[in-house]
């Protein structure tokens, strides 16, 4: 009983922001 298979678009949204968050720092750090 995972919580991802209970509320798989959060965990699709969470996935997103993570990916968006990571290449905002890619871009701030180059």
Known sequence: ???Y???PLEF???VVMQS???SLSG???S
């Open 20 to 22: 968006s968050t990571k």
């Open 12 to 14: 699709g949204v969470d």
């Open 1 to 3: 009983m995972s919580p």
């Open 27 to 29: 871009i701030q750090m």
């Open 5 to 7: 298979g209970q509320r």
